[in-house]
């Protein structure tokens, strides 16, 4: 099935994590390691998360947020809540693919 827009390209595991995160609101990294954490068992370095933070504010899915704190929050984007509904929606064609061809391949 075509994507609807294709600038989405390659979409990785992490850069899932980080919108699914900022979905529920502005976070800084540290916030956002550990929600991961909590929410999908994934334990991310912090060059990981930083190289995905710095991968999604140039597609301008997130953007970061003035703060009088050291630590530098983000927020996710209105286009970036597009591609967050778009990859989820295709997550969910994949998992219940995979959950048909498992329950066929037991019969």
Same mark, same amino acid.
């Given at each position: 099935?075509?994507?609807?827009?294709?600038? &989405?390209?390659?979409? @990785?595991?992490?850069?899932? &994590?980080?919108? #699914?995160?900022?979905? $529920?609101? /502005?976070?800084?990294?540290?916030?956002? #390691?550990?929600?991961?954490?909590?929410?999908?068992?994934?334990?991310?370095?912090?060059?990981? &998360?930083?190289?995905?933070?710095? *991968?999604? $504010?140039?597609?301008?899915?997130? $953007?970061?947020? $003035?703060?009088?704190?050291? *630590?530098?929050?983000?927020? #996710? @984007?209105?286009?970036? *809540?597009?591609?967050?509904?778009?990859?989820?929606?295709? &997550? *969910?064609?994949?998992? /219940?693919?995979?959950?048909?061809?498992?329950?066929?391949?037991?019969?």
């Amino acid at each position: 099935m075509a994507r609807k827009s294709q600038e &989405l390209g390659r979409f @990785t595991d992490v850069a899932l &994590l980080v919108l #699914i995160s900022l979905a $529920e609101g /502005q976070k800084h990294g540290y916030l956002m #390691i550990s929600d991961i954490e909590q929410f999908s068992g994934t334990s991310l370095e912090p060059g990981t &998360l930083y190289g995905a933070l710095m *991968r999604l $504010e140039e597609r301008g899915w997130i $953007e970061p947020v $003035e703060s009088a704190e050291r *630590r530098k929050p983000y927020r #996710i @984007t209105g286009s970036g *809540r597009d591609a967050l509904r778009e990859q989820l929606a295709t &997550l *969910r064609r994949v998992e /219940q693919a995979g959950v048909r061809r498992v329950a066929w391949g037991q019969a």
